[in-house]
């Protein structure tokens, strides 16, 4: 582990791959083999299992839990109290009849966020969905489907509502299938392949 | 307590009813007066108030908060982030006008889960309700009803959307009164009485 | 900070503004500059910002997250895992598309409760919002407008959906623009500022 990681004296850090920069609050777990990229900051009381990928410059707000399954890309903001998941019919594994499930990792759900996207406080995050790039999950939202790349989510069940800028603030309405930010100029064009950025 | 409890050096556990075979993760806490069965596993950042009484081999992932008045069987999974309630309209109990209704326990709302239930991540249960046996309550759901054996419930409010098996798999539709599990070949058939299993 | 405040040894207090008598649990956290009145109780696992700032008597129950930006009057009960939030397009400070609109505080959202409310379990709250004096937030809820003072919401996105009296019991409909507290008689007006007390 790099000598730049900061890592406060009640956080338990077992994983040795954080990079250069990052930093990791109180009562925050950042477990064996749970990858962390440079400059990211964990707010305390996060818990970032075994298995789980996380690239540079994340923020991950207190409380939020990230599991064994999951990846996120840089640049990411992970909301105070998002809770990610990683199994869609969970039963207790202690249970006698569900023993042989758990016996293997076929239960295990993947997860992606793709870059620079936001994911709202609180919100939580069934597994198998990916989550685009710059896409927005507001607060409180319950993602149980792919959100596209910059799209604008929320609710329970979250509905995507209107598309966001990379610099976060709120597309206009696509006229001919264009649009341009108010605040930072950036156009956008929907595709057959979603919404992209360019001239 | 049992000399084969496990807790971690950063969990404080006060109660001394805790079964053969369990474990206290980091930052977790079981209170005075919580009974907690065998082979439990409580995650990081629990906290198990007086008061509450769980089962054996149930599963408590991190973070989830357990009052006084909760009840949970064998066999339960309770997710990430889930919060019990046991107070309907709470009001600050230092707030001088509501001394009174907070001098007795009148205030108190009791909670069943039943066995082998799975409440899913982040999910918020109102106080005064049951959960039935090998329900499955899906993420992010806001319980405010009674949950029948066997259901599966999600959304805010949650509302029954199926039926799922003792091993966690979706039911098919019920005809005739009877379906089967499609993975471990269980009957189910509605009754009077709800949704039972065997010949 | 007085003699009579209360720190668990596994808490971090590093504000010096706490009244009398308040308490803080473990696993806590109360950062500088941040602000709390006299007999409050703060719950494990807390976290209080800097710059947020909080009345006296007001009850925060375990989890819940307070962010700079947000002021609670007196007597307010906070539920457990409750969120607040303080930016409506948060985005990673880290990412460099978006370290100017990080480098000032532009970004920073205010959210104000007023006296005597109470917020549901694991409720989430945009930021911007106004609650109203003894309003009561159901759990669970997501508040994305101003709550008015005495009334009952709930929901994702939570809707006023009647009121209640000050001491928490839900008041009959209006007649005539007026009712009365089953509970405790006090009767309450619907006038242009919305619901009133008195005679």
């Given amino acids: ?10 956080a ?18 950042v477990c064996k083999e ?6 990211c900051n964990v707010g305390e009381g996060c818990y970032i299992e075994g298995g789980s990928r996380i690239g540079d410059r994340v923020t991950i707000k207190n409380g939020a839990m990230i599991w ?9 903001f992970v909301g105070p109290g998002v809770v990610f998941t990683n199994d869609l019919r969970p039963r207790s594994p202690r249970f ?25 406080a609180n919100t939580t995050i069934s597994c198998g ?16 489907a792919d959100v596209p790349a910059y799209a604008l989510t929320f ?3 979250a509905r995507v509502r209107g598309y966001v800028c990379m610099c976060g ?9 264009s649009t341009r930010c108010v605040a930072c100029s950036l156009r956008y064009r929907k595709t057959a392949k979603g919404v992209v950025t360019g001239e």
């Fill in 155 to 157: 609710g329970n069940p």
């Fill in 68 to 76: 064994e399954g999951v990846t996120i890309a840089d640049d990411v």
């Fill in 129 to 144: 969905v990916s989550i685009g790039e710059f896409a927005m999950v507001g607060a409180g939202a319950m993602i149980t």
């Fill in 1 to 10: 582990m790099s000598s730049n990681v900061f890592v406060h004296p009640q």
């Fill in 34 to 39: 749970a990858t962390l990229g440079a400059n």
């Fill in 96 to 120: 006698a009849a569900v023993v042989e499930r758990y016996a293997s990792k076929g239960w295990l759900g993947h997860t992606q966020v793709g870059r620079g996207a936001s994911i709202g």
């Fill in 12 to 29: 338990i850090v077992e994983s040795t791959t954080l990079g250069v920069g990052t930093r990791v609050w109180a009562f925050a777990h």
């Fill in 169 to 177: 603030t709120k597309l206009p309405s696509f006229r001919n299938g």
